[in-house]
């Protein structure tokens, strides 16, 4: 048992007993020792180089491109290029050691590194099939439009001709037909006939209001069933070809059948497009068949930046083509980092001023109450951004000025105690005994009540945690390129297709709060004076 008070052991086996917050605890320090130990996990720059009988460290030291490559350039060398170059591999001696997961994040990923699919979707959309006929009082078609695939003859043909010559119009299609024609108010109607070439048909007229006058056609409006309910509207139709270009592509029988209504020369010119698009992208083809039109897409994965998770980057790629594992990891040290030493100096201050408060009392006390209240009212966001703005964001900068505003609530708790303290036998003794004030403040008052700091300090470092990622979100937190997960989160708002950046990122946040929670109600069960209770 490390405690040799025998209060501290009962406390420390209080929270042992809890399981969950005792695992918490040793789950958040391997965590953070793992993102303390980020460079030599995570790093695009390897842990030991051999090259012409010379070991180089470049984790922990930085060389110029010019000791590797002789170009005379000063600049950070891209390690992965040179340990693929012919000058480098073509001497066996020479070689590279690197981290387990090789990428940094700062790092941007080379495009012609990442694996794609070699397959292009040829994708046949279907375009909603609607026609409409203006028509006179008798039926005649005064205008058609796309009213070929419902009626098997061209627009052309069908003008001029009475629309009963096509179909059977309903009786109540008939009356709302009149009732306009006679300027009477009507409401919308849709119709379902049967037509012996193309099945069911509905016919619709919208809903009429009272003109000024008769009009002078009305216009009905054709349809497919099934595309207005939505069975096979816009259903699309998939082919697949691969880098060989297969003449016949094999994805379903109707496609087959699709591909195969197509005259030879059109077949040709898509399977050219399709070969086009290996190299760039293709625009979209309008195509008809028979009496259906159709938007053909020509789709194929592309490297474009934010990039979906893949064997080398398991968590995905940002938008600035850097690794997200390497930046949920170094993001965890930096959020882990800027909470424990936000809370360790916030909590100093409080303890401070809250001591000397509730020590001398009288007017010291007052005149700090009234400061804090002042203090307290002054907008945080605000003084932030006017900070930033004069200063430039920086780690330092985040830290003072979050710092001056976050022991207000600690010093509360702190005051209370040495009011309560300072009236103790203990401490009027001291007194008697001449021990200076700063000594019984520190010595013998606030350790017996330091109770109100331990049990809120996993709850305050799960809110400095919070908060910083909460200003980095808002773009007033740490300067970029900081790994953040504030940051990832900006992004995704910005990227929302990209599901990898919302994930990750909140993944590890909930995780990292969770733990803390677990571990403060540990910490909160093994000081409660009152562990069983009973409510009567």
């Given at each position: 048992m490390p405690f040799k008070n025998p209060m501290a052991r009962k406390r420390f086996i209080r929270f042992k007993a809890l399981r969950r917050a005792y695992i918490s605890f040793w789950i958040l320090v391997i965590l953070y020792g793992l993102s303390l130990c980020a460079e030599i996990i995570c790093n695009s720059s390897p842990l030991y180089i051999r090259f012409q009988g010379r070991s180089y460290f470049p984790v922990f030291q930085f060389y110029p491109e010019d000791e590797f490559t002789g170009s005379g350039r000063q600049t950070r060398p891209d390690y992965h290029r040179i340990n693929g170059s012919e000058q480098f591999a073509d001497h066996r001696e020479n070689y590279m050691i690197f981290t387990p997961f090789p990428y940094g994040p700062y790092k941007s990923v080379d495009p012609a590194t990442i694996d794609v699919s070699e397959v292009i979707n040829l994708v046949f959309v279907p375009m909603p099939r609607v026609g409409t006929a203006n028509i006179m009082p008798d039926f005649t078609v005064k205008r058609a439009v796309r009213l070929e695939a419902f009626s098997a003859m061209p627009d052309k043909d069908v003008r001029n001709?009475?629309?009963?010559?096509?179909?059977?119009?309903p009786p109540d299609i008939r009356e709302a037909v009149t009732a306009r024609f006679s300027n009477r108010p009507s409401p919308a109607i849709t119709r379902k006939i049967e037509n012996r070439d193309h099945g069911s048909i509905t016919i619709s007229l919208s809903t009429y209001h009272q003109r000024g006058g008769v009009p002078d056609s009305v216009r009905l409006t054709?349809?497919?069933?099934?595309?207005?309910s939505?069975?096979?509207a816009g259903k699309p139709y998939r082919a697949r070809f691969s880098r060989?270009?297969?003449r016949m592509p094999v994805s379903g029988q109707k496609v087959r059948d699709l591909w195969l209504e197509l005259s030879e020369g059109r077949r040709q010119e898509m399977l050219q497009l399709v070969e086009n698009r290996y190299f760039g992208p293709v625009d979209d083809l309008r195509l008809t068949v028979g009496t259906r039109s159709y938007t053909v897409e020509f789709q194929k994965q592309d490297v474009r930046f934010p990039f979906p998770p893949v064997k080398e980057h398991p968590l995905g790629i940002d938008r600035a083509g850097r690794d997200v594992m390497a930046r949920v990891?170094?993001?965890?040290r930096t959020s882990m980092t800027f909470g424990l030493l936000l809370v360790v100096g916030s909590m100093g201050l409080g303890i401070a001023a809250g001591a000397l408060q509730g020590y001398y009392g009288g007017l010291v006390d007052i005149s700090?109450?009234?400061?804090?209240?002042?203090?307290?009212?002054l907008p945080f966001l605000y003084i932030m951004i006017l900070m930033g703005s004069i200063y430039g964001r920086s780690f330092m900068l985040l830290l003072v000025c979050y710092g001056l505003f976050n022991w207000i609530g600690i010093s509360y708790y702190i005051r209370g105690e040495f009011l309560r303290l300072r009236g103790q036998p203990f401490v009027e003794a001291a007194r008697c005994m001449g021990v200076p004030p700063l000594k019984i403040i520190f010595k013998h008052i606030l350790p017996n009540g330091m109770i109100p700091v331990i049990t809120f300090f996993p709850f305050s470092l799960v809110g400095a945690i919070g908060s910083l990622a909460a200003l980095d979100y808002l773009g007033f937190g740490l300067p970029p390129p900081t790994p953040s997960w504030g940051e990832l989160l900006f992004q995704a708002q910005q990227y929302r297709w990209a599901w990898?950046?919302?994930?990750?990122?909140?993944?590890?946040?909930?995780l990292v709060m969770l733990l803390g929670v677990f571990v403060g109600e540990g910490v909160r069960n093994a000081y409660d004076p009152k562990q069983f209770t009973r409510l009567e």
């Open positions: 001709r009475r629309l009963t010559d096509f179909f059977e119009i054709f349809r497919f069933p099934e595309e207005i939505g069975a096979d060989s270009l297969d990891l170094y993001g965890m700090g109450q009234r400061f804090i209240e002042i203090w307290s009212a990898w950046l919302i994930l990750y990122p909140s993944l590890a946040l909930f």
